[in-house]
């Protein structure tokens, strides 16, 4: 516990060090500051308009703002701006540029302080890349997309190239102009068209899913058995399972239904029916242990002000047996907060023993009966490495 924490404690200092050295360069200054050195430099300002309590705003401080290849675009291309949205002249400069949701990303020309692109969102570094693409040519800028798209004339590769940029600054709700352009002339089959469903259109609420299905064959033939069957899984995570059912057979739908029938146990509060079903699903050799292990971590996460202090003892008990499963099954060596989950766990379980007069049950604290039988982080196909003679 102690090493995580301090592993945590760390990285929240090392991060803003690394991002100096190697990632975006923040100007530290007033916004007129920033404007004059911007005319000097002659480039265009980036604004990351941000707030305090926004998850995804320090999501990207410390992920993506910190890498080397993010940092090369970005210090080159621009003077670059970190906002608090609700601060000082942070909230004068939100209104301007019409900012309402955090994170935004805006990019103004310092002659005229007008605003040439807009995006958005927690993304990835290929994605925060693209957007300085809409900042530094006209044609790929958010102000010239949707202008020439509210006028309503366009052909079939801009329509594309809007539905790119779209998603790119952050834009989930582009089913209406998919359909557009098949309407367009253009249809499922095509090459280009099948990329942009794949990247632009998630969720099981539109006709593709079942028009796949249908016509699974042909599409496996057009694109591959692995990325059909990807496009139909990631569809239906949170599809009912009747939905599923009816589909095609496809990698992950056995998967998909057996997650679906676990999340509405969980939901409707039917734990011991819920933990039941793990185990069945543990021993499933059909499960892909790697991925449910990842997906059972969402329902066995301890959080004593939240709905786990109306849990019995008993209950607790239970489900911390699986916080620990996840604990020890889970080999990613980046990822710290299912062992802090578990931590936290330990020690509500002992307040709770403490308070209530209870005794820990000795079999929580025999080696686990699922999975791993020792708790570290090395992969089970990991070999040790000799001792030296």
């Not at 592993?7 to 991002?19: E, G, H, K, R, Y």
């Not at 834009?171 to 352009?181: H, P, S, T, V």
């Not at 620990?324 to 023993?353: F, G, K, P, S």
Request: proline share 4%.
């Amino acid at each position: 516990m102690k090493k995580i924490l301090l592993s945590l404690v760390l990285t929240a200092f090392l991060f803003p060090a690394i991002a100096q050295e190697s990632g975006i360069r923040f100007f530290h200054g007033t916004w007129e500051e920033a404007i004059a050195l911007a005319k000097k430099e002659k480039k265009p300002v980036f604004i990351d308009f941000f707030t305090e309590w926004c998850g995804p705003c320090l999501n990207m401080a410390l992920t993506i703002f910190p890498l080397p290849q993010v940092g090369d675009v970005y210090n080159k291309n621009f003077v670059c701006l970190k906002i608090d949205a609700e601060k000082g002249e942070g909230k004068e400069l939100a209104q301007k540029y019409g900012v309402y949701s955090y994170p935004s990303y805006i990019f103004v020309n310092p002659k005229t302080q007008e605003l040439i692109h807009r995006s958005g969102g927690n993304k990835s570094a290929a994605d925060f890349i693209a957007d300085a693409d809409g900042a530094l040519d006209v044609k790929h800028s958010s102000v010239y997309l949707d202008k020439k798209y509210k006028s309503g004339r366009y052909d079939v590769r801009f329509l594309m190239e809007y539905i790119r940029s779209q998603r790119i600054s952050g834009n989930r709700d582009l089913e209406n102009d998919f359909a557009k352009l098949l309407e367009m002339g253009c249809e499922l089959t095509d090459k280009e068209v099948w990329e942009l469903f794949c990247k632009c259109i998630s969720g099981y609420r539109n006709p593709y899913i079942q028009q796949i299905s249908d016509n699974y064959q042909r599409f496996v033939e057009l694109f591959g058995k692995k990325a059909v069957d990807a496009k139909l899984a990631e569809a239906t995570v949170y599809a009912p399972v009747n939905f599923i059912e009816n589909l095609c057979d496809f990698e992950g739908k056995y998967y998909n239904m057996q997650m679906v029938k676990l999340t509405e146990l969980f939901r409707d509060k039917k734990y011991d029916e819920a933990w039941e079903m793990a185990d069945k699903l543990i021993a499933d050799p059909k499960i892909d242990k790697v991925q449910f292990v990842k997906q059972l971590s969402f329902y066995t996460r301890i959080n004593p002000k939240y709905q786990d202090n109306e849990l019995t003892f008993e209950q607790l008990v239970n489900k911390i047996k699986y916080t620990r499963y996840v604990a020890y099954n889970m080999y990613d060596r980046d990822d710290a907060y299912t062992h802090y989950t578990y931590a936290v766990a330990l020690e509500y379980l002992i307040q709770r023993a403490l308070q209530e007069g209870k005794q820990i049950p000795a079999d929580l604290l025999a080696n686990p009966p699922l999975g791993k039988q020792e708790y570290d982080m090395r992969h089970p196909l990991l070999k040790p490495k000799p001792k030296r003679r």
